[in-house]
């Protein structure tokens, strides 16, 4: 099974935190707005069957919602799914909400989505190939894949941990482990996992093409593979 149990456990323990603006999820909250205008700036949402994967307590996923989408989300933390079922129902969003991992849908259910998000979750799971690998299969005939992740180079280490973990503290200590940043280079070109920075999107489609946006959204794009 694609999990590891610390990282659920540890964001089990933080469920009842997603929806505060102001604590441990600030900055997600903050990010949250860009994220889902960028992904509706490239798939109109509108009527989109949507999927988004690690969807902890429902932050992107209420946003995408907003936008038109029919959503599901899902995550292995079964107490955050309970806090964004209980968000979502307070605020008359009708959202799909599912404990387990993308691979256990995929083996249990024929459904196919046109857009699928998959946002910090790569970093926290031991093989980031194989979830990659099972959300491309849960996309339609064209679909769209969006994904985001932390690049392994020193400045995510200053930024994403000694400083916002330890220094600036908007994060809770131990949320990332560096180990399990993902280097560029350390993937080959045509499985697709490439990312640029920090809080980068990387927007996959059936086609092999990404592209790749930092703080500001870019349509610029290159073929991989």
Known sequence: MNIDQNEVTKF????????????????????NPLRASYINDIVNLENKNFLDVG????????????????????????????????HAKKNSKNINYIVGTAEEFYEKNDERFDVISCLEVLEHVPDPKSLIDVCTKLLKPGGDLFLS????????????????????????????????????????????????????ISKLSNSL?????????????????
Request: aromatic fraction near 10%; proline fraction near 6%.
């Open 12 to 31: 089990a323990e933080q469920a009842d935190k997603w929806w505060d603006k102001e604590g441990d999820f600030k900055p997600l909250h903050k990010i």
């Open 55 to 86: 969807c902890g307590g429902g932050i992107l996923t209420e946003a995408i919602f907003d936008k038109g989408a029919f959503v599901t989300g899902i995550d292995a933390a079964g107490p955050g799914i309970e806090t964004a079922r209980i």
């Open 149 to 200: 992740t932390i690049n392994k180079n020193p400045r995510s280490w200053v930024t994403a941990i000694v400083g916002a973990e330890y220094i600036f503290k908007i994060l809770p200590k131990g949320t990332h482990e560096y180990d399990k940043f993902i280097k560029p280079s350390s993937r080959r070109r045509n499985t697709c996992t490439i990312f640029i920075s920090y809080n980068c």
């Open 209 to 225: 093409r990404i592209s790749i946006c930092s703080t500001v959204p870019t349509k610029s794009s290159f073929p991989i593979g």
